[in-house]
């Protein structure tokens, strides 16, 4: 008897396949079990998963009692940019003023002990920016990393009035390298942590403090020693220099667009977009929505990509950030 796999279940096992903690793994499967059809043609289909969920659920209960208690952070809003970068490189001070968290700022090292969340306005989404504690060579919390493997991007942080930023940055990047977390471009594919034993995280490389170099020469100098292969940005949290242009990038490290609905006859809700990963089509878009949409779609109108506003297109029809759809059963 063939499977007859719902779009709702082939997006929750694309979701799996690419989910990087075992608690977003989990996540993924309960979501498969609940919307694969139950019949006898996927009996053991529903069998392997429920046998998957049990393994992960044993793997974090026997974590969470070797560990303690655990600080990691459910991600919100449209998608979570983790600050990671060596002590006193400015991060908390960015949460701050980009966001309404009120994190501990101090001039002396390890003054950010746990994760602190906060989320940033853009445009009409939230982006939750996470401020982690510090990575040096004395301090190596396995949650810090935990949360850096979950985020959807990050920015590595250094203090331009630093004694040696080029040097702060290696050591950044071999600590995150020993544990098994690259840093990419923002516009660089990932690799599955399967395929090659690494978590991929797309990132900026943010120069902290610039209104201590307002000639630029500190940054040219320790951009030409560091030839980091990531952008490179140079911002003042204080003097709120660059920041506008930083959420712009911040936005665009996590590969989503906004989405607005449309209801026929009506005027859309552009108020409250629906985030879609980048290359998101009508079918994946109808399943965000409510899953009655994606099993009895009948028809989609576009307004924006469309070649002409309220265009009908088909269920494979790639939607563009900004799109608004009107969708029908």
Known sequence: MPANLSPEFNNA???????????????CLQRMLSTIPKHKGTEKMQADIKRRIAQLKERLESHSKKKGPSYRVKPEGAG??????????????????????EPVIADYPFSTR??????????????????????????????????IRGADGALLMLDLGASDPAQDYR??????????????????ERETEEASGFSDIRSLLVFSKCDLDPDGELAELAAELILSPLPVYSISAHQKINLDNLAKD??????????????PGKPPDMNA???????????????????????HLKSARIWGSAKFDGQIVQRDHVLQDGDIVELSM
């Open 80 to 101: 979570q940019i983790a600050l990671i970068g060596p002590p006193n490189s400015g991060k908390s001070s960015l949460l701050a003023a980009l966001s309404r968290a």
């Open 273 to 295: 977009p629906f985030t879609a990963p980048m290359g998101c089509d009508v079918m994946g878009f109808a399943g965000l929505v409510h899953k009655d949409f994606a099993e």
């Open 171 to 188: 050591e950044s990047i071999d600590i995150l390298q020993q544990k098994k977390i690259r840093l990419i471009q923002p516009d660089a």
């Open 250 to 263: 911040i936005f665009d490290l996590l590969h989503v667009i906004r989405v607005y609905s449309k209801h």
């Open 114 to 147: 746990e994760p602190i969340p906060g989320m940033l306005h853009y445009l009409d989404i939230q982006i939750q920016l996470l401020d982690l504690p510090p990575i040096s060579k004395e301090h190596r919390e396995s949650f810090v990393f935990d949360n």
């Open 13 to 27: 096992e694309k979701d799996y396949k690419a989910a990087k903690t075992p608690e977003d793994k989990l996540l």
